[in-house]
């Protein structure tokens, strides 16, 4: 409908407001250009604002990603579209791309919403939370989380019974179910594919009895019952509610392993365990904490000593590839497991299981443009055409890759990445001019 397309021009468009998308467009609008940021969820800040603290420093994830949130949010330069997916880009001629952006109706006046959160209050429909890796319910008039930006209330359509009962009680009137998806047709001049990365599924593996035992989770599942802004005051089965004393960490879970399609390391899963341990450690004092391993790889700068403090605070580290993971009656989960260093099959009891589940490719990188336009790696990541000279640049000129969308890596890579990418970006920019 006519009505429903809009047309604008901007310097770059950046797609995914992560911490490699935010820092990206956060670069390119303090060296004076006009950044049209496309966010597919509700909120940007990517993965790092869910989680808890950051390898090897221990810093608080939320502390450094709200004010960074906020200063990409206040930046006149930076217009940000959440709920907002690419449909199509098209390179024109050098420096000129035409993209169409389709952003999904939020049923919420953005700039009415006040945050109050009376309409979750007066809602009666209660959904799993994705924010909270479905560890808890939340509302279907609802905002994403506390720390989300926008901190504005979306409906979630498909579970909403039209009942109402939040617009009765919205006191600046702002929900309105007429809202219908825009479309937006923009001309710029640079691009930044900065998507992210996806979380292996553990269901690939059922022998780790993912989705059947309550008690085994992912790492992001236990990342949220660790964080600032997590469902329950403390660490919780989700089987019974018990707070367990018995913890194992599976590495590798979907990583270095061709069975289930994914050959390479994660680069961040070793890490992030050997933190999780060590802040269950602090939150649970009296609990025990493995970790089954095949490699711990500490390549970074402060992750040797990371590790050594880990181990030095008793966190055991067993050199053990799993075979299967079953259930006793009460809940516990029996590990059966090589015990590589002494060659034999071994078995032992946890109450709970988590499941560093490894980092996989964001397949929508690669539908942007036209048919393999914007070509991958072997493992569907963004090719990077130039990986020693230029590692930002993609086989489109003027496009630009930053953070996991081109492969695994932490937050400090990721943001050096996006600093690479927006200085090339910038580069391209100003060739035209
Ligand atoms: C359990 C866990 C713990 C971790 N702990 C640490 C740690 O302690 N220290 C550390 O350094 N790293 C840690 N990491 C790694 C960290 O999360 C990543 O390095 C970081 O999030 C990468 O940022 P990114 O912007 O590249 O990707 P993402 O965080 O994935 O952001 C990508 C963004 O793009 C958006 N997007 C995706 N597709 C589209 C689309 N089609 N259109 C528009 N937007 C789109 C997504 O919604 C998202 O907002 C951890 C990871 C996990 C899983
Ligand atoms: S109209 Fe929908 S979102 Fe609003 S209160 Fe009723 S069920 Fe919840
Ligand atoms: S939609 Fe209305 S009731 Fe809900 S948070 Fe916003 S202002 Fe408050």
């Known amino acids: 409908m006519a009505e429903n397309i809009e047309t604008a021009s901007y310097d770059a468009l950046v797609i995914g407001a992560g911490i490699a998308g935010g820092e990206a467009a956060l670069n390119l609008a303090n060296n004076g250009f006009k950044v049209l940021l496309v966010e597919k969820d509700l909120s940007i800040g990517g993965k790092m604002i869910l989680l808890s603290k950051v390898f090897p420093t221990l810093d608080c994830s939320a502390c450094i990603t709200t004010p960074k949130v906020s200063e990409i949010s206040r930046h006149p330069g930076i217009k940000i579209f959440t709920g907002t997916e690419v449909k199509k880009i098209q390179k024109k001629s050098e420096n000129n791309f035409e993209a169409i952006v389709v952003k999904a109706p939020r049923y919420v006046i953005e700039e009415d919403c006040t945050g109050c959160q009376l309409c979750e209050q007066a809602c009666p429909v209660v959904v799993r939370d994705q924010y909270q890796y479905n560890l808890v319910g939340r509302k279907a008039a609802f905002i994403p989380f506390s720390i989300a930006s926008p901190r504005v209330a979306a409906i979630d359509i498909e579970n909403c019974t039209l009942c109402g009962a939040c617009e009765k009680v919205c006191p600046t009137k702002c929900i309105d179910f007429t809202m219908e998806a825009v479309e937006h047709h923009v001309n710029i001049g640079t691009v930044i594919v900065a998507t992210g990365f996806r979380l292996f599924d553990p269901l690939k593996i059922p022998r780790y009895g993912y989705g059947l035992y309550k008690n085994v989770l992912t790492s992001m599942e236990m990342e949220r019952q660790l964080a600032p802004t997590r469902p329950f005051n403390t660490v919780l089965r989700p089987g019974d509610g018990k707070v367990p004393d018995k913890l194992a960490y599976v590495l590798c879970t979907g990583s270095r392993d ?50 050594e403090q880990a181990k030095g605070m008793g966190v055991n580290f067993v050199k053990g590839k799993i075979g299967k993971i079953t259930e006793k009656e009460n809940g516990n989960l029996i590990l059966r497991y090589e015990d590589i260093n002494e060659s034999v099959v071994k078995e032992s009891e946890h109450d709970m299981v988590i499941l560093s589940v490894g980092v996989m490719p964001n397949p929508d990188a690669g539908g942007f443009f036209g048919e393999g336009e914007l070509k991958l790696d072997p493992f569907s990541f963004v090719h990077q055409t130039d990986l020693l000279g230029s590692p930002p640049e993609t086989s489109i000129r003027g496009v630009f890759v930053a953070g996991t969308a081109s492969g695994p890596m932490d937050i400090p890579d990721s943001i050096l990445s996006a600093g690479a990418a927006s200085s090339e970006a910038i580069s391209y920019l100003n060739r035209k001019q």
Not at 264 to 288: F, R, V, W
Not at 295 to 301: A, V
């Open 258 to 307: 061709a069975t289930v399609g994914n050959p390479i390391c994660s680069q961040i899963c070793c890490m992030y365990s050997i933190k999780q341990a060590q802040l269950l450690m602090g939150a649970l004092p009296m609990a025990d904490v493995t970790i089954y391993y095949l490699n711990i790889r500490s390549f970074g700068k402060g992750f040797e000593e990371f590790y």
